[in-house]
């Protein structure tokens, strides 16, 4: 039994059938390149995976990966290359055998169009001789038609019949021709591209049986060593540690905010300017009261809020204090690399150019300068960069410590004071420029790393407000025994001077004269 016998009347139904052996061809070899993927994936994960369940069983694991990585190989090249191969040579065998199948179906059914028209032809001429014999006969049995019509008629008659002839013989000739190409399409040249059709698709589905066998294989092969690698696995499988893994998922998710406080009773019988408690859902854990206008937003509690899409900025302080200051050290150890790597580059460029200057024919000392000099430029953008980075991660430690200080200590004791010292108070503008000008000039030293930068309080008093922007009660009693610090008694109203710049500490002026700065956290504050 062959195609071109049995289905010699099913070009539609062998051309569908012949795609969907060419598809699934081409969805086998694509899922064996995803599994070869998988399998790249998973010897990488098993090779350089960072758990530590999987540290005592490394060298098990290399072995495993080692085999994954040879199936993956296998399948790549004896697989997915032989067949996506083969499957390009098949679309191209398929597509010239249904062009020549289209052509013979499209010169038959040009065949049949012109036999169709000169059949209309004859059957044309035909009425039209026999209307125009009808018309002379007519005309002769009429007495008052003249013998110059008659003839006419007549004339006319012999010639619509003679046309009617020829269309008979034309349509006779073109019926002969159409029935000799019907009989050549559909018993021999249709079944022919028929069987070469089924011959393709018998080799399709021999190689592609052959693929089959080939993907069980490549795991046949590896059987053996990946049971002995699973052997070693069990064995040391006892080295799992359980705390180890909870440890790592605190430090990796811990946020670092303080846990809110109970929410204050507001009386809103009574006409009096409400100020929310430092205790307050509302009230950030910094004593900082949530400020209602442009660019002020609630803050944020977690435990009732919805996510909301967050601007991610520079500095992270978008994201919680724990998290934005592992970030930062990320940013600072990837910029102390980026630096050691140019500061090695600039001296390799050194040592070249001098090579150059003793050794002129080995090269041109001033074609190496474009590269020093956009080397040097590097160097002192990544070393802003640092000192930029390293200012920002002392403020989010600060911060972090403050955080847990005030979480731990909220309802038994006054929160401690921020760890960082306050900014320099004194009226002493031109000294305090002149240590901005020359910390902006000098590298951070190492002692200083840890330690938060404030030069933004300088810009800030160089240009003081006149007057108080707003008031805040002292809620516990502060000892200013440090420099730029100002005593308070517990329940002291204070006029406030300038809000809290992130560092914990606020700037306040008493009534009976003096300022300085006292921790957020000690004040509930109102601004103007």
């Known amino acids: 039994m062959d195609w071109g016998t049995e289905l010699w009347d099913q070009f539609e139904v062998l051309e569908r059938h012949t795609q969907w052996g060419l598809d699934l061809l081409d969805r086998y070899v694509k899922f064996v390149k995803e599994r070869t993927e998988v399998e790249q994936a998973y010897a990488k994960q098993l090779r350089f995976s960072q758990q530590q369940s999987f540290v005592q069983i490394l060298q098990e694991v290399n072995d495993f990966a080692g085999q994954r990585e040879l199936v993956a190989e296998n399948l790549s090249v004896r697989v997915c290359l ?12 398929r597509k010239m055998h249904f062009q020549e199948g289209r052509r013979a179906q499209q010169q038959l059914e040009s065949g049949f169009k012109q036999l169709e028209n000169s059949k209309r032809k004859f059957e044309r001429d035909c009425r039209e001789a026999e209307k125009a014999a009808q018309t002379a006969e007519r005309l002769d049995q009429d007495i008052n038609a003249t013998k110059a019509d008659v003839e006419k008629a007549k004339q006319q008659a012999h010639l619509r019949s003679h046309m ?12 002969q021709r159409f029935n000799r190409d019907q009989a050549h399409f559909y018993f021999s040249q249709m079944p022919q591209i028929f069987d070469k059709l089924q011959d393709m ?59 809110p406080g109970d929410v204050e009773f507001e009386d809103f019988s009574q006409p009096m300017n409400r100020v ?45 204090p724990e998290q934005q200051r592992k970030r930062l050290q990320q940013q600072l150890e990837e910029r102390s690399r980026e ?10 460029l050194k040592k070249m150019k001098d090579v150059y200057e003793k050794t002129p024919q080995m090269g041109d000392p001033a074609s190496l300068e474009p590269r020093i000099t956009e080397t040097l430029n590097n160097i002192e953008r990544l070393k802003l960069e640092v000192q930029k980075y390293e200012a920002w991660l002392a403020e989010a430690e600060s911060r972090v410590l403050s955080n847990r200080g005030d979480s731990l200590g909220r309802h038994t004791r006054p929160p401690d004071p921020p760890a ?6 004194s009226n002493s503008n031109n000294s305090r420029s002149q240590d901005n000008k020359e910390s902006s000039e000098e590298p951070l030293s190492e002692e200083g790393q840890d330690a938060p930068i404030y030069t933004e309080f300088d810009e800030d008093f160089e240009e003081e407000p006149a007057s108080p922007i707003g008031h805040c009660v002292a809620i516990y009693h502060f000892e200013g025994s440090s420099e730029g610090t100002i005593s308070m008694a517990e329940g002291e109203d204070l006029s406030l001077m300038e809000e809290d710049k992130g560092d914990g500490w606020t700037r306040v002026r008493r009534k009976q004269g003096g300022e300085g700065y006292v921790p957020t956290s000690y004040l509930r504050v109102t601004l103007n």
């Open 201 to 259: 698709d018998e080799r399709r589905a021999t190689h592609l049986g052959a693929g089959y066998g080939l993907l069980s294989e490549a795991e046949l092969q590896v059987v053996p060593i990946i049971a002995k690698c699973l052997e070693g696995m069990k064995v040391a499988a006892d080295a799992v540690d359980a705390k180890n893994d909870s440890q790592v998922l605190i430090e990796l998710h811990k946020s670092g905010f303080a846990r």
């Open 276 to 320: 929310p408690s430092d205790s307050s859902l509302g009230t950030p854990s910094d004593g900082r009261p949530e400020l209602r206008g442009p660019g002020r937003s609630r803050a944020k509690r977690w435990p009732f809020s919805k996510k909301n899409k967050t601007v991610v900025t520079e500095d992270f302080s978008h994201l919680p």
């Open 164 to 175: 009617a002839e020829e269309s008979k013989n034309e349509y006779a000739a073109q019926l």
């Open 339 to 348: 630096l050691q790597k140019e500061v090695d580059q600039r001296e390799a």
């Open 82 to 93: 032989e067949l996506a191969k083969y499957s390009q040579e098949m679309k191209h065998e």
């Open 420 to 425: 960082s010292a306050p900014p320099d108070s």
